[in-house]
């Protein structure tokens, strides 16, 4: 690259990452300030109080149910979006007609915003015209319809499921392009070497698809960690916080609770617990690689 | 690429960075050539079934009234809680917006972001309008106007008269005792007694709110709900344990927690289930239906259950407020006065189910049911707003959190009351 290009890229890039700093990097490093403050959002007055606010957070119960959520939807998250992104790709990959129609009809939760996923399966999941509970009915199973985001055992499990829905679509549109770079020749090697199914899988083309699965897993996580618009337009966190993220505890501590400060500690630890698990996830798979 | 052909390329380059550039600050920039008088941007929660056909009316009024051009925008009703606090912290507040009378005014108050309206209330005479009661609870604050009343409402048991007359029930209850027994013949027939929507949370403040009333009494429940009383005082175990003999004896709809008001209400329009507690704008929404009043709906007072204590009446009070630093100030109060004006008040009361808080607003043709309803207000021996409205937010938070806890497992009263107890003070 020569100085005077260098000097253009230099240029060009500093529109974006001035926008970057200005809406992403500096409210998150005031987030971590306020985090130390009593802020009240609407005089703007932040009284330090040093690590009053944390001590409050490591002794309080909402935090550690909205954390262990937090958990729960990540593991889960992960686990159904590689493995269902996985085979449902699989599956289209092998398909010999109406291919392009099939896939567009799997990719189509991806065009939906998590809102609108979220008043689809809200009306999925009412108890009386809901279609999961009519199903349930027609095949006999009346005793297991239940208002299933007002069910204390299954409303955080029930948006999870409906965060799925769209999460594994786009697992699957990372899968089915990875699958396209498993190289042919060593598929039919395999293939004339007699290897089955089994053998393929494991020693082709799970290995192939590496990368796609490094990809599906930083998704997953990023996505499940932030989760809020889904969980707050289909349950607002309850029943009685049931089904609350630590993103929707932010959010009701700062907007209903009026505690615009400590809100922002929990910012802080979420970020983290981002932090974390995406590090490690990152180191995890570098090693894999090597 | 030859040297002629890159400056020209880096030339045009350059110019859409400049044209950009341009564009964002315009858009920045107030683009408005009126005059900052003739313009007011008024917002307001009252969407969808909550109002929207009435300020399809209201605006064009206020409009020609004053000519002043408005801009309304209106957002979701639960939205709009959050949206506000917003736009009031980034300095992007309304000219006037529509608020809930009560402890939200006074938490808006307390911080600063509101400006008295005295003198538009001298200059509108609305101490001859407005009833000294509604005036004193709902617009006065630390001693000055803070709020124009606009409309309130009032929370009774809405029920179905056909589904009354079907069960043989001649006779409204009175107390207690009186409403289980009807509730039991009800059952019996297979209707659903209670009806209620607890889905949003709110719709089970009320009848915390009457439990409380009926037995404790309003100045017990005020201690409550300034944070003088606790959550797990005996008062509010009794009350959450009628409220429990209700639930245990199968007299509420299955899930509560799992269907809106609306829901409730069509259930009782539907003839499924005989009655719902909830405020008079379910009158708004029946009406919207095609139902009739006094023929498809009536509605009966919460009865006494405790005959040592004042009956009160529950409701919410709609107002309007002026941020501090709105824009248009003068212009704001001109449109204040026109939404204080009979005329404006009668066109939300007829059509959303409310009364009017100015007095003079001819009601002469709002429904039976309504004129009753307001009757009711005026021989109340005390009005209080309900729940969500009568205790600072972030306890309210707390409260309606218990409520639909409760409602899913009411045989854990001690320690769910213990656990607000504890949410609640730490909230105060």
């Not at chain 1, 200005?22 to 932040?46: K, R």
């Not at chain 1, 319809?145 to 990372?174: C, G």
């Not at chain 2, 809405?158 to 039991?184: C, H, K, Q, R, Y």
């Not at chain 2, 729940?387 to 959190?401: I, Q, S, W």
Request: charged share 15%; proline share 4%.
């Amino acid at each position: 690259m020569t100085v005077k290009s260098g000097r253009w890229a230099a240029l060009f890039l500093a529109v974006p990452l001035g926008l970057y700093f200005t809406f992403v990097v500096g409210p998150s490093l005031y987030s971590f300030y306020y985090g130390f403050t009593d802020w009240n959002f609407l005089t703007g007055e932040a009284n330090f109080t040093g690590l009053d606010n944390f001590r409050r957070l490591f002794a309080d119960a909402d935090f550690w149910s909205a954390f262990q959520n937090t958990i729960i939807w990540t593991a889960l998250g992960l686990v159904i979006s590689v493995f269902g992104g996985f085979w449902l790709a699989m599956a289209l990959s092998r398909l010999l007609i109406l291919e392009r129609f099939v896939k567009s009809l799997f990719f189509l939760p991806m065009a939906l915003s998590l809102v609108v996923v979220g008043f689809i399966w809200t009306w999925i999941y009412r108890l009386d015209f809901g279609f999961a509970n009519i199903v349930l009915r027609m095949l006999g199973y009346e005793d297991l319809a239940t208002a299933w985001l007002a069910d204390r055992n299954w409303a955080l499990f029930a948006v999870i499921f409906a965060w799925s829905w769209q999460q594994v679509a786009l697992s699957m549109i990372v899968f089915l392009a990875g699958l396209t770079s498993v190289p042919k020749e060593l598929m039919e090697a395999a293939t004339i070497d007699g290897a089955r199914f089994r053998h393929q899988l494991n020693q082709v083309i799970i290995p192939s698809l590496r990368p796609a699965t490094g990809v599906v897993i930083s998704l997953a996580l990023i996505n499940s960690l932030k989760s809020f618009d889904i969980v707050w337009v289909m349950t607002g966190g309850g029943p009685f916080q049931q089904s609350e993220t630590l993103a929707v505890l932010i959010y009701r501590q700062a907007f209903r609770s009026y505690e615009f400060g400590y809100s922002s500690t929990i910012a802080v630890a979420l970020f983290v617990i981002t932090l974390v698990i995406i590090g490690g996830s990152i180191l995890a798979n570098r090693r894999g690689a090597e | 690429m030859s040297m002629v052909a890159k400056k020209r390329a880096r030339t045009l380059i350059l110019a859409g960075v400049g044209l950009s550039a341009v564009m964002i600050l315009g858009a920045c920039a107030s683009g408005s050539t009126e005059t900052a008088s003739s313009h007011v941007v008024a917002e307001h929660y009252f969407s969808g079934d909550l109002g929207a056909q009435a300020f399809a009316e209201i605006w064009p009024l206020c409009e020609q009234q004053t000519g002043i051009t408005m801009d309304n925008p209106t957002i979701d009703h639960e939205a709009f809680k959050d949206a506000i606090l917003v736009q009031l912290a980034g300095g992007n507040a309304p000219d006037l917006f529509s608020y809930w009378a009560g402890a939200r005014t006074q938490s808006l108050i307390d911080n600063g972001q509101l400006d008295p309206i005295d003198d538009m209330w001298s200059a509108a005479g609305l101490d001859a309008a407005i009833p000294a009661s509604i005036a004193d609870s709902a617009a006065t604050y630390g001693g000055s106007k803070y709020l124009l009343p606009f409309v309130y409402h009032y929370a009774g048991m809405f029920f179905n008269p056909a589904v009354l007359e079907e069960a043989g029930i001649t006779e409204i209850p009175t107390d207690w005792d009186g409403l289980m027994s009807m509730a039991e013949t009800l059952k019996a027939q297979g209707i659903t007694p209670f009806a209620l929507g607890s889905t949003d949370r709110w719709p089970a403040q009320f009848w915390f709110d009457y439990l409380i009333l009926r037995t404790a009494g309003p100045e017990y429940r005020a201690a409550l709900m300034s944070g003088e009383a606790s959550y797990d005082d005996p008062e509010v175990v009794a009350a959450l344990e009628l409220w429990k003999e209700a639930i245990d004896a199968g007299y509420f709809n299955t899930s509560p927690n799992g269907s809106g008001w609306t829901d409730a209400a069509d259930q009782v329009a539907r003839g499924e289930a005989a009655m719902t507690l909830m405020g008079t704008w379910i009158t708004g929404y029946w009406d919207g239906n095609g139902l009739v009043a006094g023929t498809d709906y009536d509605f009966f007072p919460f009865p006494q259950i405790n005959s040592d204590v004042a009956l009160a009446s529950v409701g919410p009070v709609d107002g309007w407020v002026m941020p501090s630093g709105a824009k248009n100030q003068a212009g704001a109060k001109q449109v204040l006065e026109c939404l204080a004006s009979p005329e404006a008040q009668k066109v939300m009361a007829l059509l959303q189910g409310a009364i009017a808080a100015n007095s003079n607003t001819d009601l002469s043709s709002q429904n039976a049911v309504m004129q009753k309803a307001a009757k009711q207000v005026a021989d109340s021996e005390a009005f209080v707003f309900n729940y969500d409205l009568a205790t600072p937010p972030a306890v309210a938070e707390v409260g309606l959190n218990m409520f639909v806890e409760f409602i899913d497992n009411p045989s854990d009263i001690a320690g769910i009351l213990s656990s607000t107890a504890t949410k609640a003070a730490a909230a105060f």
